[in-house]
């Protein structure tokens, strides 16, 4: 059974950073696609950004590129989202999850991944 946790949220003022951190349990995490999703109080649930199975291609969404940094460690079976610059329309529920291996749609598509974590709390202050 894939698990996917994440850690790292908080409250931050804004202009301030957090790291996220999503362990994941299973042997093939290293063979996927990696994604961070967002949901704000009564909103969808949004891409954030993406990463190919070596760290070899990045996708972000546009209201986090250049603040915002995925990034990966294959050993250690865990995926970071870096964010800096943090605004409060940042403020959401983060949630990790793991696209799912025979998906061919946008890889900014929630319906394309399979396994999705707990999601952790960001609060940007202003």
């Known amino acids: 059974q894939v698990q996917l946790v994440e850690s790292g949220g908080g409250l931050v003022q804004a202009g301030g950073s957090l790291r996220l951190s999503c362990a994941v349990s299973?042997?093939?995490?290293?063979?996927?696609?990696m994604g961070w999703f967002r949901q704000a109080p009564g909103m969808g649930r949004d891409f954030v950004a993406a990463i190919t199975w070596n760290g070899g291609s990045t996708y972000y969404a546009d209201s986090v590129k250049g603040r915002f940094t995925i990034s990966r460690d294959n050993a250690k079976n865990t995926v970071y989202l870096q964010m800096n610059s943090l605004k409060p329309e940042d403020t959401a529920v983060y949630y990790c999850?793991?696209?799912?291996?025979?998906?061919?749609?946008?890889?900014?598509?929630?319906?394309?991944?399979?396994?999705w974590g707990q999601g952790t709390q960001v609060t940007v202050s202003s």
């Open positions: 999850a793991r696209r799912g291996a025979f998906m061919t749609g946008p890889i900014r598509g929630p319906n394309e991944y399979d396994y």
């Open positions: 299973g042997r093939t995490f290293s063979t996927y696609i």
